[in-house]
């Protein structure tokens, strides 16, 4: 189920972003970083008549006399940073490109600090070769890329709405829904089911995987089986498309080895799709383990028919399997307590929101919701900077998923921790 079916991801939002390419490329160096520095410039900070997009590309052009010379990369960020990462590379031959575009900005405030001050924050130079400034780094690239790809997925998400509204082709209507639905049941899928993962943050800071959840690219789908039909724009016709996903996705998963899977999945399914004929099949499948995967709901689905949620999940939970309540928000929580529906988790997404609970969470009563579900239970979702799992922390809350978790995890897998 995405959002409200098979979970789907937002068009567009495959890119790769600069911040990631630079963060790969950190990684691939760990072992080998004698001779490398670092320049960050933070362009971003400018005012903005100094940020428009004509002195962006002066600046960058300073560097290409370098790049063109020596063993020299530049990394031009979503936010208008320019990062020069040098390997074997004389701080001679980088010094006059970098005052030139400090010139270039001199009438900058930012730029009034001396040239390598501690108040210089225009550019900032990084010993690579020495762990405190190499593990610094990449800290900053890590919350970079997690804002980058945080910006990416609203930008994505603002075209996708307004895609939907202006979408061209025939609207989805109730006398093409039977043969869209007929070819999304025949159509091939395997190739379009994404995964993120969800982590536990442990004691000792390392993390370990809870489960990866199961998606579906919904993009992806559209284009292959009805790319002149705009899909998105009857909410109720679509939440019917998403049933027959549903069954789809489960026939694809479902034929998975579920015995020597290491890692548990999760799948957010309709409440309809958990009562039918394919799941029951599905389940068959995965007998003795279903432990090893999670379900997940939408509150929008369980609020509509309370009574068949709480049959499907004491089916679900005497077998084996783990309930997850997806669709929660910071608003929800001043009206609701998560605890009252007994699941096994509870997925909270992050909101800007929280930020005010953190001296002694009196407005929405975030610590008494966390002891009543318990803290094992919940996990912050939509995280895209590590003010959000500190926060959460506090809270002591240890579970986490989303954009910026990725590269957390993306970090982790490199350093071969999980």
Request: charged share 25%.
């Amino acid at each position: 189920m995405a959002e409200t079916g098979a979970a789907a991801t937002i068009p567009d939002l495959e890119k790769t972003s600069e911040e990631s390419l630079l963060l790969d490329r950190l990684f691939s160096m760990e072992d080998s970083r004698v001779g490398a520095y670092s320049i960050h410039l933070r362009l971003s900070e400018l005012r903005p008549g100094n940020r428009k997009p004509h002195y962006i590309r002066i600046a960058k052009r300073s560097f290409e006399p370098v790049i063109a010379a020596f063993n020299a990369t530049l990394f031009e960020l979503s936010n208008c940073d320019l990062i020069l990462l040098c390997v074997d590379v004389a701080i001679d031959e980088i010094d006059p490109a970098v005052a030139k575009v400090r010139a270039l900005f001199s009438e900058d405030p930012l730029t009034a600090a001396e040239e390598g001050s501690i108040e210089d924050v225009f550019a900032t130079w990084y010993d690579l070769s020495q762990d405190e400034d190499y593990n610094n780094f990449v800290s900053l690239i890590t919350d970079l890329t997690a804002d980058a790809e945080e910006r990416l997925r609203k930008l994505a998400e603002e075209k996708a709405v307004e895609g939907a509204r202006q979408m061209s082709g025939t609207p989805l209507a109730p006398a093409n829904l039977a043969d869209i639905s007929k070819k999304m049941s025949e159509t091939r899928i395997s190739d379009l089911i994404q995964q993120q993962s969800a982590i536990k943050i442990e004691a000792n800071g390392k993390g370990k995987l809870l489960f990866c959840e199961h998606f579906i690219t919904m993009s992806g789908l559209q284009k292959r089986v009805a790319p002149d039909i705009n899909l998105f724009g009857s909410t109720w016709l679509f939440q019917y498309l998403t049933e027959t996903l549903d069954k789809r996705v489960l026939a694809v998963i479902g034929r998975r080895d579920f015995a020597t899977m290491d890692v548990p999945m999760s799948l957010n399914l309709n409440l309809s799709t958990l009562l039918s004929k394919e799941f029951q099949l599905f389940h068959h499948n995965v007998g003795d383990n279903a432990h090893k995967v999670v379900i997940e709901m939408q509150m929008v689905d369980i609020c509509a028919d309370i009574g068949a949620f709480a049959y499907a999940r004491n089916m679900l939970q005497e077998r084996g399997y783990r309930v997850l309540i997806d669709g929660v928000n910071p608003l929800s929580l001043q009206y609701f307590d998560p605890s009252v529906l007994e699941a096994d988790f509870v997925k909270v997404s992050w909101g800007k929101e929280f930020f005010s609970e953190v001296p002694g969470a009196h407005m929405l009563g975030i610590q008494d919701i966390v002891d009543r579900t318990g803290k094992n239970r919940i996990i912050l979702a939509r995280i895209d900077n590590e003010k959000a799992v500190a926060w959460a922390l506090s809270f002591g809350i240890t579970r986490f998923q989303g954009y910026y978790i990725d590269t957390i995890v993306k970090a982790l897998r490199a350093k071969g921790i999980i």
